[in-house]
């Protein structure tokens, strides 16, 4: 069964960084898209940042310029989300997203969209 797995948040004072990871387990997957998104308490889950099959991205205003998102290329359904310069306003669950096609046999795909369960992400002196 196709899954995300997801890493790396925790606690972390104003102004410090994280890393988080997003593995897609399970072979035979090939995305569209892998997104990061988080969402505050009591708040809407918004989209952070994007990277395509191609390699180009795309970040929300709020975290252009502090974080970055890339793929391993060693590990082709792995993705992070490196984040600097963390505010206390950044402290919510992120939650990794992808779209894209699982063979399920020679002649056929079939469409997934997943979601990892979640890390917290908290900033805070």
């Known amino acids: 069964q196709v899954r995300l797995v997801e890493s790396g948040g925790g606690l972390v004072q104003p102004g410090g960084s994280l890393r988080l990871s997003c593995a897609v387990s399970?072979?035979?997957?090939?995305?569209?898209?892998m997104d990061w998104y988080r969402q505050a308490p009591g708040k809407q889950r918004d989209l952070v940042a994007t990277?395509?099959?191609?390699?180009?991205?795309?970040y929300a205003d709020s975290v252009k310029g502090r974080f970055t998102i890339s793929r391993d290329n060693a590990k082709t359904n792995t993705v992070y989300l490196q984040m600097n310069s963390l505010k206390p306003e950044d402290t919510a669950v992120y939650y990794c997203?992808?779209?894209?096609?699982?063979?399920?046999?020679?002649?056929?795909?079939?469409?997934?969209?997943?979601w990892g369960q979640g890390t917290l992400v908290t900033v805070s002196s």
């Open positions: 399970g072979s035979n997957f090939t995305y569209y898209n």
């Open positions: 990277i395509l099959h191609n390699n180009s991205t795309n």
């Open positions: 997203h992808t779209e894209g096609l699982e063979a399920v046999d020679t002649y056929t795909d079939r469409f997934l969209e997943l």
